[in-house]
């Protein structure tokens, strides 16, 4: 057993992580599954939190894709995912480059606006008014959603800020996403791989917590199959702002 596993700091970090990625990715919360590695790096670094967490997202996803099964929306995968794959292309080139706490101030920064956005066209044009599908928009979405999803695993806000607006039926929206990041870890253990993050320790600390995952998935997927538009809306753009939030202080605080 590794030094980690006997550390009783790190399931008190650990555990609430992966319950709370867990729910977002069963649909609850959205961009809130971004605190798994914060948390986890409050117990270890956050290069080791992502390594521990990524084969812990792909059980998530695998249980995600069976909950989630036929209810996705064809055109915005199309127009996302293959800015996804050039996304983790440019975070894996530049992995020695780019810091966690770079990324955290951007996505944070992006998220604010988003947020500032849709609370200006709401009172413009009304709660319902909603954008049109735009594949030049899509593409770049999704490669940013890739390169903050390869660095550290916050790929929600940026995916969000293209399918959000597009007012979605709930579960429709949920489905879509499970199938995005699914696709998305898949390739990331490539580059995880190339780069050594999966040593014997890491895999063993992810082996450990992986009963609470599908858990805690079915878990947020119940919770959105209950929630009606108008609840499910607010409630998601007001995750993205806390989360935008938190980003942003967590990225000027280590800048300075």
């Known amino acids: 057993m590794t030094a980690l596993l006997l550390d009783p700091w790190f399931y008190a970090a650990a ?17 809130v599954g971004f605190v798994g590695v914060p948390l986890m790096a409050l117990a270890m670094s956050p290069v ?16 995600s894709l069976w ?34 706490d770079m990324v955290r101030f951007i996505v944070g920064a992006i998220a604010i606006a988003f947020v500032a ?13 909603k954008s049109q599908p735009n594949g030049t928009a899509g593409a770049f979405w999704g490669s940013v959603a890739g390169f903050t999803s390869f660095v550290a695993h916050v790929g929600g ?7 959000l607006p597009l007012k979605l039926d709930p579960k ?11 696709v998305t870890n898949a390739i990331k253990l490539i580059p995880y791989f ?3 993050q999966f040593d014997a320790a890491n895999l063993t600390a992810s082996l450990a917590l992986m009963p ?36 942003l202080y967590d990225g000027v605080r280590d800048f300075m």
Do not use: C, N
């Open 117 to 129: 956005r849709w609370a200006y066209a709401s009172l413009r044009h009304g709660a319902d008014h």
């Open 157 to 163: 806000p940026p995916f969000q800020v293209y399918t």
């Open 67 to 100: 909950t989630w099964r036929g209810v996705f929306d064809r055109t915005i995968l199309r127009q996302m995912l293959p800015g996804s794959v050039l996304g983790i292309g440019i975070g894996w080139l530049t992995a020695s480059m780019v810091t966690v």
């Open 15 to 31: 555990v609430p992580a992966v319950i709370l990625v867990g729910l977002s990715k069963g649909g609850f919360g959205g961009a």
């Open 172 to 182: 429709l929206l949920t489905g879509t996403s499970v199938i995005f990041f699914a």
């Open 194 to 196: 190339a780069l050594g």
């Open 48 to 63: 080791q939190a992502a390594a521990i967490l990524l084969p812990i997202l792909i059980l998530m996803d695998i249980v």
């Open 212 to 247: 609470l995952a599908p858990l805690a998935t079915l878990a947020g997927a119940w919770l959105v199959r209950r929630m009606k538009p108008e609840i499910f809306y607010p409630f998601t753009y007001a995750t993205v702002a806390l989360v935008a939030v938190k980003l």
